[in-house]
């Protein structure tokens, strides 16, 4: 039987239980609504608006590609993440810093008061100078402290001071000024990195977008397109480094060839003219084409190790930093080419891996090892020929000392005029050998591609992009009602409090009598609305509550009714009232007698005026007679509280009391006693010893479950006849009755107010 009993209490939450908790709550829900949606638009409303500029580039997936210098191009191919952290890397933000002279602030300017900063520096952590117009394109500057700085005009550089302050377009009228703030350099860079968004669109497609806001639609777009620039720039640069390099080789050389070449092109010339030797013999122009092939092979065997030197040390820096690097392959080394495919292929197969799985994966690392291996083998061929480039120039440099040494046997006319020949014939043909090779470096350096194609450049945005006056509202909507929903759920959790008929009755294990609904002031007085209004749903109410009264213990008298509550505030004096009326409405007569001696409010209730009452009966100043008043309704007698006594519990426990209540059971068929709350003082468990039927009224949401069951425990102690429970605003859509006391657990007081504390709304 327990086991059913508990089956029987275990309830299903259902969505009705939900929707009870929301009404008990809606003031929490309504409230916190109308307090977010106040916020969001207010925010929107106050909120500078700023504008957003977008721009979208395309990463082409580059593996690989030869270009015309041989081993002079060496291109690296760039994932879409890889090229999202260039993009944002401080030095482009230095670059976009540098070029629109962000940290070049203007405000505070006076109305109509304008110019155009062509340059400006200061010395300081943070210079502040305040402008002033003196006449037509002059100013005047002074310090933040009011110091001057200096005079100038307009177009006209102006240093003083510390300060170097060039104006253009000077616009506005005499006595005019505005402020000029040169903000730290590093954190303005860092500022507007963080303020720069670059992300891919969507996944795979090597579309990035690149986003900045600003309250200046022109700004935020000279940002995003400034930026772009840079970052191609900077990818431009970093494909043609070697070809670069290569270029700066082959211009150094030619002007020390140049210049050698054209001395001694006139020195040959002078010996002609002055010697008569104009004509060598066969030998000799032999022996001096024979050295001129050896000074070219050796030039460009010089170059070749350069060449090689370039690749080697950016291979070298692209292993430090772990970046992916793609060698070009020289026509005439199939080798290198041939682990150039190799190496591209194992790139193909790493992106592919990455696709499905992550760098710690046992196949990503299996491919990683043999890339490793692979970047170790080309490191390995260009070491070797930059060792065979040496060896190579070695062995010419001494072909050449040997053909050197034969020209020095001819005569002395044809050696000086061989001498100055091959000088000439060697310079000649080294600088048209530079002269090839240095079109050939700047046609590879113009030829590379940067792998990074602008699809959409930013345009100045028309709308704001924030805030956005419908969005903020939904979303204050949404989160609002979330928030509110939220906070009513909390607080239900968090409430003990017995919200519910049922819960009542499993609580304490009495029945309950009747189900008391909210009576608003509309209906009249809370006290007469049996009397004033007896068609009401509330009166009915109370006439269920009389019909139940009667069947509830039928072999019991039901004469004398003790009307009591747990706390304060519950509604006790109303029922007793309304209890009472509805007692009359049978041609019963009734005695209510107010038992509340120390915040009486029955007489208040009733329309009486204050006056003696029980204290003065129970202390033998009145008679019995005196102490009944007639009221308003038929058949209802009131018995005041009277003047508050310093010993109430000891009155009402006294024989006086007692023959009071019994005597007036021969005059009145019903008699309805107000009592105090049970927690609050010891009054109505000494009352319930004179009564015939106890009520407990509860509200709902108001008595803790704990406080409740205290209430039946010590009733019970005291041998209570306990009726059942009168529960009142069941569905809380009320906070109260209107009827406030001065009542409060463990604080009792004579006050006929009290006040409602500001956290009442969670109740």
Not at 10 to 18: G, I, S
Not at 140 to 152: A, R
Not at 172 to 177: A, I, L, V
Not at 452 to 473: C, G, T
Request: aromatic residues 6%.
């Amino acid at each position: 039987m327990n086991q059913q009993l508990s089956m029987q209490q275990t309830e299903e939450t259902t969505l009705q239980d939900y929707v009870h908790v929301i009404m008990r709550r809606k003031k929490i829900l309504l409230i916190t609504f109308f307090f977010v949606l106040a916020v969001g638009v207010l925010y929107t409303l106050l909120v500078p608006p700023s504008y957003e500029a977008t721009a979208t580039l395309f990463v082409k997936d580059d593996k690989g590609k030869v270009g015309q210098m041989g081993d002079l191009l060496l291109n690296q191919p760039a994932a879409v993440d890889s090229e999202l952290e260039i993009l944002k890397s401080r030095s482009n933000a230095e670059k976009v810093v540098s070029t629109l002279h962000l940290n070049w602030k203007i405000d505070k300017a006076s109305k109509g008061a304008s110019c155009k900063l062509i340059e400006f520096s200061a010395a300081g952590k943070e210079p502040v100078f305040h402008v002033e117009l003196t006449g037509d394109n002059s100013y005047s500057v002074k310090d933040e402290d009011g110091n001057p700085v200096g005079t100038g005009r307009c177009g006209v550089l102006l240093r003083g001071k510390g300060v170097s302050l060039l104006l253009n377009d000077l616009k506005g009228k005499k006595g005019d000024s505005f402020r000029l703030t040169l903000l730290p350099f590093n954190k303005t860079v860092k500022e507007l990195a963080k303020r720069i968004r670059a992300t891919e669109v969507g996944k795979k497609t090597n579309l990035i977008a690149i986003t900045y806001r600003n309250r200046d639609p022109q700004v935020a777009t000279n940002v995003v397109n400034t930026l772009v620039q840079a970052y191609l720039e900077q990818g431009v640069a970093l494909k043609s480094e070697e070809a670069t390099r290569t270029v700066g080789f082959v211009e150094d050389q030619l002007k020390g060839v140049k210049t050698e070449l054209d001395r001694v092109e006139q020195q040959l010339q002078a010996y002609k003219s002055s010697s008569g030797v104009i004509q060598l013999d066969t030998e000799a122009l032999n022996l001096i084409q024979t050295l001129s092939d050896a000074e070219k092979q050796r030039a460009e065997m010089v170059l070749r190790r350069k060449q090689t030197g370039f690749a080697l040390d950016s291979l070298k820096r692209a292993r430090a930093t772990g970046s992916v690097y793609a060698p070009s392959v020289a026509d005439d080394d199939p080798v290198l080419a041939s682990m150039v495919t190799k190496l591209s292929d194992l790139e193909v197969e790493k992106k592919g891996l990455l696709s499905q799985s992550t760098e710690n994966h046992p196949g990503v690392k299996a491919v990683q090892a043999q890339i490793d291996e692979q970047l170790k083998n080309i490191q390995s061929t260009y070491e070797t020929s930059l060792k065979n480039a040496v060896k190579q120039e070695d062995s010419l440099t001494r072909q050449i000392q040997h053909y050197d040494g034969k020209l020095k046997t001819l005569p002395v006319a044809e050696r000086d005029l061989a001498r100055l020949a091959r000088v000439s014939k060697v310079n000649s043909d080294i600088y048209t050998f530079l002269l090839q090779k240095h079109e050939e470096a700047k046609i590879a350096k113009a030829s590379t591609i940067n792998n990074i194609s602008i699809v959409d450049p930013a345009i100045v945005p028309d709308e704001p992009a924030f805030p956005k006056m419908r969005v903020n509202l939904a979303l204050a909507v949404v989160i609002g009602l979330m928030l509110g929903l939220g906070l009513c759920f909390i607080r239900e959790f968090f409430d003990n409090t017995l919200k519910e008929p049922e819960e009542a009755e499993r609580a304490l294990s009495l029945p309950l009598l009747a189900l008391i609904p909210f009576i608003s002031k509309k209906e009249g007085e809370q006290a007469l609305i049996s009397h004033r209004a007896p068609k009401s749903v509330a009166s009915e109410a109370f006439k269920e509550l009389r019909t139940a009264l009667r069947f509830c213990s039928l072999k019991k008298q039901k004469q004398v009714l003790l009307i009591t509550s747990s706390l304060a505030g519950e509604g006790k004096s109303t029922v007793a009232c309304n209890l009472a009326i509805t007692l009359t409405q049978t041609g019963a007569r009734v005695l209510l007698v107010d038992c509340d001696l120390r915040c009486s409010s029955l007489h208040l209730k009733l329309g009486c005026t204050p006056g003696a009452g029980l204290t003065e009966l129970m202390a033998g100043d009145i008679g019995q007679e005196a102490a009944l008043h007639a009221t308003q309704v038929a058949g209802l007698d009131l018995v005041k509280s009277g003047t508050v006594p310093p010993n109430p519990a000891e009155i009402l426990g006294s024989e006086a009391m007692a023959r009071f209540v019994e005597d007036m059971r021969g005059v009145y068929d019903f008699i309805v006693i107000d009592a105090p709350p049970v927690l609050a003082v010891t009054d109505a468990p000494v009352l319930t010893a004179i009564s015939d039927l106890v009520l407990i009224v509860m509200e709902a949401g108001r008595v803790p479950a704990k406080a409740a069951k205290r209430t039946k425990e010590t009733l019970v102690a005291a041998a209570a006849p306990l009726a059942g429970i009168v529960f009142s605003d069941s569905k809380a859509l009320a906070v109260s009755y209107g009827y406030e006391y001065g009542y409060s657990l463990g604080v009792y007081n004579d006050s006929r107010q009290q006040r409602r504390p500001w956290w009442k709304f969670w109740a």
